[in-house]
């Protein structure tokens, strides 16, 4: 019997969200659960297993699931495994064969497993902007930087399975910002949400420049993102700086694997109105004349609240 | 019949290198012929089409050949191209759709095009020090900087056949280098043997440090080796400069593809005794801590003499 069914599993630091979706994309059944109310890692898939044992009961879909298809920080495709996750709670300072222990209370269904961005890039490429694609780079631009870089239709896993950590490539070689990843400098630290607030809070500091941004205690990437809406020439600015710092960088990347396009995801990813100018002078402007103005700069198309989801999903099929 | 011989060609700007090679990468029959002779392609491929009918019938090989492998700038593989070649005579202004016309010259022999760090890549991955390797980065450390990525077993060639231009990739952001290219800052502006001489000269100005160097009336990356090995402390601190500009955007490269090694070739690899040091040092300072000492970094295991030719070769054996 064809097995028309998988599940997608968008594992985050707080939550973790969990869908049934058919072959067209549809997701016919959600669920959330808590990823930080134990430190025990077996309490926790217990607990995930039961979830989605639940959902897959309510779509009426038991015995037709192909596949789970899992994105966690720290995934590692080629060994199933979850390693050091500084962010969650039972992932710290340990290898968790988190694939096998999974498939192990679904009934043996096979699980595949990787980060977040590269599950998002196959999202893209199964339901998304990247349909028919088979050389692009995701940039996830969230809270952190991420990055799912596709070659010849196939993510990009290099020799360890760990490839694409371009947030964690040099942006700023000389006094730049400490990241959290240890280093300084990284694209991270300018172009996720984190470090659009940062930018803020430092010009807020360093200059007199009116802003209505002054007014707010603590500044969000989306304080910035309203400001700029009201035309606060401060917060335009720092998009403008954001967006540079992404497109000298991209151009790097095109450099290195020419892509067919550079898609952008991720909660920074709506201020494009702000962003896609500066990001697309700064990436023509620094990268070969072969590759000028041939390189898309596209945003994704999956809707925002399944798209974690049908990422992880999209991997079950592949797999 | 099996067809136990192919052949290798490397097509430089003054002259073009060609061998007929056997499977255990042995070059049987060599020769070499002026690349800079004839502004017409028709006369440089009949030449050239001469030139291997001879060296065949030498090695005896005749009807034996199973393919023709081609690095040359600007090559294109999927289209089997030489495009907009500055350094060829015949090449400077134009697509030449190279590999279809020596094909019809050697009575149909498939022939398979790419640029000469692709090339190397091959060469290195078939019979080098990348054998039983799938994921590595070839760097050749010439008069400019090129690369040859390979991943899973494959070189990266991406969307347009034009994938790896590390050598162009931006080392230095503000009030960087010109660079042949037009853009400012590349990596080969600094880490070429063109970038060396060039630093050489920029600091026997800026400084009244005492050189060997000094004494000369044109400075070559060659003299800046010869004087490092007398021990000359500014001709040790150039390269340890260029070392740690190399090394930083390695770790910008490990990050995006996870290779297994980064593997160093050309004529400014022979100073790696002091050239080591400062790329790792540098290297193992700007990755992810989950790389720092684990990527290789290995030099070239070809004879450099045949290196070319095999690089070569070992594409018709791929093909």
Redesign the interface.
Known sequence: MAKDYVVGIDIGGQTTKCGIVNRRGEVLARTVIRSDETQDVEVFVASLAEALHRIIDEAGVEGQISGIGVGAPNGNYYKGTIEYAPNLKWGGAKVIEFAKMLSARMDDTRVVLTNDANAAAVGEMTYGAARGM??FIMITLGTGVGSG?V??G?V???????????G???A??HNGRACN???NGCLEAYCSAIGVARTAREWLEMTDEKSLLRTLDKITSKDVYEAAKEGDALAIKIFEFTGRILG?KL???I??????AIILFGGLAHAKEFLTEPIQKAMDA?V????RG?VKLVYSQLKEADAAILGASALAWEG
């Open positions: 088979k050389n870089i070659i010849d196939n990009l896993y290099g020799h360890d399975g760990f490839a694409g950590e371009l964690h490539t040099c700023v070689r990843c240890g280093k000298e151009a790097d990347f450099e290195f694997s020419a892509p067919e620094n070969l004349p072969l590759w041939k």
